[in-house]
């Protein structure tokens, strides 16, 4: 088992920059894949980021490419999602969640555990 908390959320303005963390305990964080997930309002969730178990491979949603930066801290057990450049668009919860598998997934349902959620409100 691990537990997910996510933080850093916030209110900013558009063009502004906001560092997201997700802190694990609990079993060996090293052993999990990790992923970013958003929700907007009244849409669906989706992928923003992910990042391989141990760190070389960092994979990306395109409306996010080139302003997020995803990464982790084994020895902190924490990852981490730098968000620059913000939009309004980019209003929503987000959610970061793990895997027992070396490789990531774009797909929800291939994560076993997930955070609460760190709202992110981006203003225009």
């Known amino acids: 088992q691990v537990q997910l908390v996510e933080s850093g959320g916030g209110l900013v303005q558009a063009g502004g920059s906001l560092r997201l963390s997700c802190a694990a305990s609990g079993r060996t964080f090293g052993s999990y894949a990790v992923g970013w997930f958003r929700q907007a309002p009244g849409k669906e969730r989706e992928f923003a980021a992910a990042?391989?178990?141990?760190?070389?491979?960092?994979y990306y949603e395109d409306s996010v490419k080139g302003r997020f930066t995803i990464s982790r801290d084994n020895a902190k057990n924490t990852v981490y999602l730098q968000m620059n450049s913000l939009k309004p668009e980019d209003t929503a919860v987000y959610y970061c969640?793990?895997?027992?598998?070396?490789?990531?997934?774009?797909?929800?349902?291939?994560?076993?555990?997930w955070g609460q959620g760190t709202q992110v409100t981006v203003s225009s």
């Open positions: 990042i391989r178990r141990s760190g070389g491979s960092t």
């Open positions: 969640a793990a895997r027992t598998s070396y490789f990531v997934s774009r797909r929800q349902d291939e994560y076993d555990y």
